[in-house]
């Protein structure tokens, strides 16, 4: 972690040093000092964070470097603060330049004398530097820096899942019979198959068991099996795979085998293999490139061989599956019934919970997450505690975070959970611990994420792409690694929110504690750091600490803090205030008006009162110069001071509301958005934009600005009035980067006039018209890239709109609501071949919906609501053979009630084959569910 503090504080030197004219003579060398000696020790940095997790010593000077390089760069900060002042030109501000300079004279020799002490410090550790680099310094030279900070005990551990005996087992009986098929399949055809998923989940052992099965072993003609590993010498791999080989025939191994080079070892293997049915299994592959060092190893053949991975690398499982016309089975959790038996067995030793202890069991077992590796670790700790005592069980649950660190018993369990932390490279090691700011239990939202890493610094550019794009691909890659699991998924496949294993969160809590990346508020017993640099505080202020500690706070996030306002007035007030602060996430705090406080932090790149009352942002906002996310989602506000145009940082507004009134039966959605400055252009960073009302009177002129904003991906435009569609089309014809657009008309008679668009945005994926359309824009047919449709109070009454839309190529997610009067919608045989989720409702004149063979073929979710002529199912629903969920809600009483008698029975053989269906009615307040049946006779 030393290495992303040292990139950081690298990047920091060359703005500070262009302030040459402002420092004292001597600091500008001493700072180009303290630079160069850090860039001399970038190189063995690298290597030392992979090796301090297994050597004491290397990590006190690990922290060293991290700690000297984190000061550094506050002591860099706090200078352009104080000093770093535009003065302006000509003979006036040479004048105020020359004050200035009189006034901090004090400021800048404080500055130069902890320059001196930060020089000397860093002289101190290169000193450790050298003398590290004369014990590893071959690391730097090209061997892998991963293969020393393994701890050789790691894999002795994970060696003992090869050696349980199948009736300790739970939950493998259905994946291994799976498994078996696949490989026994007679298709002559070479196939790779992988085993994919997180650490702990038992992929070593269900793949041992399949390999030793009787069925697999009788079907092949050889049989070898490699544990790979991340730390693996591709020629002791293929000396391993030529042992096997020849022992089995009991064989010698060729002759001179010791001394071959890679190329002709693989060569002894392949020859061997030719004509032969064999089975290969490479157990723990880590990364594409091991892969592709011994993938050629094995013939391709035509005599129905099979290769197996296990992997915790979901992007390499689906490669060399796909590559080899395999399948990737993802092993998941053991679901709760089979976690509590695996639990009760190792715990009880066969015998029952107690009932005082069930509470307790239960909520240890929940920290577990279907882990089976977590469940036997932590039911072997357990199994060795008083049975009677209630409060030992207890102090295991409250301190299991400690537990993980400290009991032998659960070492090894950590070790191999922490293999996959220790394999990431550096820009994502930060990343990752990071995560820990995020409660336990939260669900972490995709976007806000990836703007908080932005943010916070921990994303690298790279040339051709935003940079939330290589955001969105460092998630990817934890995701890939099975380290981030994926909560909430859109129809477009898209992901929307992520959870953190609670283990894993466990882990990362405590690296991150004591890497001083992130501070936990709220546990009296965690010891906090003397330089506080993020602070995530949950529910209360309770045990926050000294105010001193605060002057170095990067970063301040709450979670329903409800009496955390005066305490951060107080913080932001003091002497020295939070001048470092980059990050403020008020999200749901009590708060009434903008904190003034907040205007002083001129360092703030983001900034959240996402679900305040907060109702007038003041116009000196224009002081925060380096904002880049303004999230205002959820407040008050209706407007934005035209100060709002000096923030040229600004990457994100957002800025937008909803308010419901229910009447009996009937829901009312009113949307808001706000009054934008009319040279709203002038941002041209923004990304998003979210959402502008139109019916201003400087509305035609904001919506021509809207063009100049060339780097949005997403737009939003409230109360569009109908003589402005023109303008709004010509605009949108410059935002080539655009991938999502909501437009809503001034009311639910109101036309929105679009047609004039000639050249749309190419990579909408998303695009939402709420407004009377005379027909369906001609363009959207061209849209190839979209996903995502939504059209409401369309009223088309002579155009089907399907006939339009059902070549769209990407489209998954469809939603006609109030969308056309006419009697008939027939979706064609070959349309909507990727459609996933219909959204029917409102379709007043709706009698007959038709659904041809062929047409819909992936269709998973199907809802038709308040559509109350429609007396009978969908003509040809037995068609959609993918379907999961049916939805009748508010449709006529003689479908409701046909539909209920059915139920009731529990058969209709055109929907019998539906998991699930609804049938409800808002008004009455009733539902019926109704689970798939087997059509015996159909």
């Known amino acids: 972690m030393a290495e992303t503090a040292v990139f950081h504080l690298l990047a920091n030197f060359a703005p500070f040093l262009q302030q040459e004219a402002n420092l004292l003579i001597g600091v500008r060398e001493e700072i180009e000092y303290i630079r160069d000696e850090f860039d001399r020790m970038t190189a063995f940095i690298r290597v030392a964070d992979a090796m301090e997790e297994n050597n004491p010593e290397l990590k006190v000077w690990v922290k060293q470097v991290r700690e000297a390089a984190y000061d550094i760069g506050d002591v860099l900060e706090l200078y352009m603060l104080r000093l770093g002042h535009c003065h302006g030109a000509g003979f006036r501000g040479f004048l105020r330049k020359v004050s200035c300079f009189i006034k901090t004279l004090k ?115 050889s049989h070898v099996w490699i544990t790979v590993s991340e730390s693996f010498k591709i020629e002791v791999l293929l000396k391993g795979i030529i042992k096997q080989l020849f022992e089995e025939i009991k064989q010698p191994v060729p002759q001179g085998m010791d001394n071959m080079d890679t190329n002709s070892l693989k060569g002894i293997i392949n020859a061997f293999l030719q004509q032969k049915r064999y089975v290969l299994v490479f157990d723990d592959v880590w990364d594409i490139h091991a892969w592709q060092s011994f993938r050629y190893v094995f013939p391709i053949g035509n005599c129905g061989s099979r290769v197996v991975l296990t992997t915790r690398n979901a992007d390499l499982a689906s490669i060399a599956s796909t590559e080899y016309y395999g399948v990737v089975y993802n092993l998941q959790p053991l679901p709760p019934e089979e976690s509590w038996t695996l639990f009760c067995t190792k715990t009880f030793m066969e015998n029952s919970c107690p009932s005082h202890l069930e509470r307790l069991s239960k909520a240890i077992l929940n920290r577990c997450g279907g882990l089976p590796l977590a469940i036997v670790a932590i039911s072997g700790l357990l199994s060795t505690k008083d049975k009677s005592s209630v409060d030992e069980w207890d102090k295991i649950y409250r301190s299991l975070g400690a537990e993980l660190q400290g009991n032998d018993k659960l070492l090894s369990m950590n070790k191999i959970l922490s293999l996959s932390y220790i394999d990431l490279p550096y820009y994502l090691k930060f990343c990752f611990l990071y995560l820990s700011v995020f409660p336990e239990d939260c669900l972490i939202d995709h976007w806000r994420l990836i703007r908080l890493w932005v943010a916070e610094g921990f994303v690298e550019s790279k040339a051709g792409m935003t940079i939330e794009e290589v955001a969105e691909g460092y998630l990817n890659e934890l995701i890939n690694r099975s380290l981030v699991q994926v909560a909430e998924m859109r129809n477009d496949g898209r992901v929307q929110k992520y959870r953190i294993h609670d283990l894993w969160r466990e882990i990362i809590v405590s690296k991150s504690g004591e890497q001083n990346i992130v501070t936990l508020a709220g546990e009296q017993s965690r010891v906090w750091p003397e330089k506080v640099r993020r602070l995530s505080i949950n529910n209360h202020w309770k045990y926050t600490q000294q105010t001193k500690r605060f002057t170095r706070l990067r970063s301040l996030l709450m979670f329903n803090a409800t009496d955390s306002m005066s305490k951060f007035s107080m913080l932001a007030s003091s002497n020295h205030g939070l001048q470092l602060l980059t990050v403020l996430d008020l999200k749901g705090a009590l708060l009434e008006t903008f904190p003034n406080e907040v205007l002083k932090l001129i360092q703030l790149r983001y900034l959240s009162l996402r679900r305040t009352n907060v109702k007038v942002i003041p116009k000196s906002i224009g002081k925060l110069q380096n904002l880049e996310t303004l999230d205002l989602k959820d407040t008050y506000v209706t407007e934005l001071p035209d100060d709002i145009l000096k923030l040229q940082q600004l990457r994100h507004i957002l800025l937008y509301r909803y308010k419901k009134d229910f009447v009996p039966g009937i829901c009312f959605q009113h949307n808001y958005g706000f009054k934008a400055p009319t040279e709203i252009g002038s941002l041209s960073s923004l990304q998003k934009l979210c959402s502008i009302e139109a019916n201003h009177d400087n509305g035609t002129i904001l919506l021509g600005e809207v063009g100049k904003l060339t780097q949005l991906r997403k737009l939003r435009i409230e109360k569009l009035r109908n003589e402005d ?160 969920s049916l939805d009748l809600v508010d449709m006529s009483d003689g479908l409701i009630s046909s539909l209920n008698r059915d139920l009731e029975r529990e058969y209709n053989w055109k929907i019998a084959h539906i998991p699930k269906v609804w049938i409800g009615d808002t008004k009455l307040g009733y539902w019926k569910r109704k689970f798939s049946v087997v059509r015996e006779d159909v």
């Open 725 to 884: 569609g023109r303008v709004l089309c010509s605009s949108l014809e410059k935002l080539s980067n655009l991938r999502s657009l909501f437009v809503r008309a001034t009311g639910e008679d109101k036309i929105i006039d679009l047609d004039s668009l000639s050249s749309p945005p190419q990579l909408l994926r998303t695009l939402c018209l709420v407004g009377t359309l005379l027909k369906v824009p001609h363009w959207i047919p061209s849209l190839h890239s979209l996903a995502r449709l939504h059209l409401e109070w369309s009223k088309l009454r002579d155009v089907d709109p399907l006939e339009s839309l059902q070549d769209l190529p990407n489209l998954v997610e469809l939603r006609l609501l109030q969308t056309y009067e006419g009697a008939e919608l027939c979706f064609k045989a070959g349309g909507f071949q990727r459609l996933v989720m219909l959204y029917l409702r409102g379709l007043k004149g709706l009698r007959w919906v038709k659904v041809e063979a062929g047409s819909m073929p992936h269709l998973e979710e199907l809802i038709i609501q308040k559509c109350e002529l429609e007396e009978e199912l969908p003509s040809g629903i037995e068609h959609l053979t993918n379907l999961k």
């Open 107 to 221: 400021a800048r020799h404080q500055i130069a004398s902890e320059v001196q002490r930060m020089k000397s410090r860093v002289i101190d550790i290169s000193k450790g530097h050298q003398r590290y680099h004369d014990r590893y310094g071959t690391l730097e030279r090209g061997s892998s820096s991963r293969s020393s900070c393994l701890n050789t005990a790691c894999h002795d551990y994970r060696g003992d899942a090869l050696l349980l005996d199948e009736s300790e087992l739970v939950g493998i009986d259905k994946p291994k019979s799976q498994l078996i098929r696949w490989l026994v399949h007679e298709d002559p055809r070479l196939k790779v198959f992988s085993v994919s998923g997180m650490g702990g989940l038992g992929k070593t052992t269900l793949v041992k068991k399949v390999f030793d099965d009787a069925v697999v072993n009788n079907h092949f003609q």
